[in-house]
């Protein structure tokens, strides 16, 4: 059982570098955007916040992905390996083409197709499965009314009443720095999150003795993924989906840390990108609807809805390939 240890850290490794490369968009990608942060310090606060989120939250997301899904007796070392590189696979091909996915979407989809094709439906926890989806459909939702009601408020009470220009610049200065924080407070728990997507099968597949190990690498994992890779998506968020200054990053943000804080204090997978683009969506649309690039969120939308099949299909496909070679 070693060599499957040893190969299913190396597959966790890469797993948490993916996510993090294509995740720090969701935590500093509205600073970039909108001039509060330069990308290099941008990647360096996210890399250290969702290091700290990886090694001492997400306990609770962990568990529902590790063995909330699927009966634990379902899940070996070998599926858990499936599970890990089909998801791993999939997340690859959306960073390479610049567009941000969910890892959460992934690694349940994974996990759902590995189930199916090594025990069926039986053995699938579809009341856990069903409050995850529900999570998916209305964490960006929520995010999006929310990112609507905190700027629209602002730029109705606020920001539009200020007449001077020096006075409105004054006032976006302050908002870069609380940017900043909102930023920090985003990537503790997207770390949270993103280490659960990629260590929870395998700490669930060979028992605690490895958990913390693994954790800790997979934290590491994250943290280079975000310095090496992190700048492709963190574009995509910050300056192609609608225009960003302080004050409208600022709401988008906190908007959606708010809202991913209480679902993974809840134990749900959610997407952290999925909530920050409907935050985004929101705060572009209480500026007005012209504001928001209808075309990027179609690309990004359908790249969503494509994952759920493709991590299904890529799983049970291996885990049947497996099976052959096995044989």
Known sequence: ???????????????????????????????????????RRALILGAAAMFIGAIYLGGNVSRTIGSGIIGSDVLTATGALIIILAAAIWISFTLLR?????????????????????????????????????????SPIIGLATGFALYYILRREFIRNISTVGLKDRIEKIFSYLQIGSSGFAALNVG????AAATAVIYYAFGTGVSMDIKFIGA???????????????????????ELVPSRGFSAQI??????????????????????????????????TDTVKMDVIKHIATTWILTIPAC????????????????
């Open 1 to 39: 059982m070693n060599w499957l240890l040893i190969i299913g850290v190396a597959i966790s490794f890469y797993m948490a570098f993916t996510i993090g490369a294509n995740d720090i968009g969701t935590s500093v990608g509205t600073a970039v955007g909108s001039g509060a942060l330069k990308m």
């Open 98 to 138: 610049k567009i941000p996915i969910s890892g959460s979407d992934a690694i349940v989809s994974a996990v759902f197709g590995y189930g199916l094709a090594a025990a069926g439906p039986s053995q699938i926890h579809f009341n856990v499965l069903g409050f995850i989806v529900l999570s998916w459909i209305f």
């Open 192 to 195: 949270a999150i993103d280490i």
């Open 220 to 242: 590491i994992g994250l943290v280079l993924g975000v310095l090496f890779a992190g700048r492709r998506i963190t574009g995509t968020i910050g300056r192609r989906i609608t």
């Open 255 to 288: 908007s959606m840390a708010s809202v991913v804080y209480i679902f993974a204090i809840l134990g749900s997978p959610i997407s952290p990108t999925q909530t920050l683009v409907g935050s985004v969506i929101g705060v572009g649309i209480a500026r007005g």
């Open 312 to 327: 299904i299909a890529l799983s049970a496909g291996m885990y049947y390939a497996f099976t052959l070679l096995l044989k």
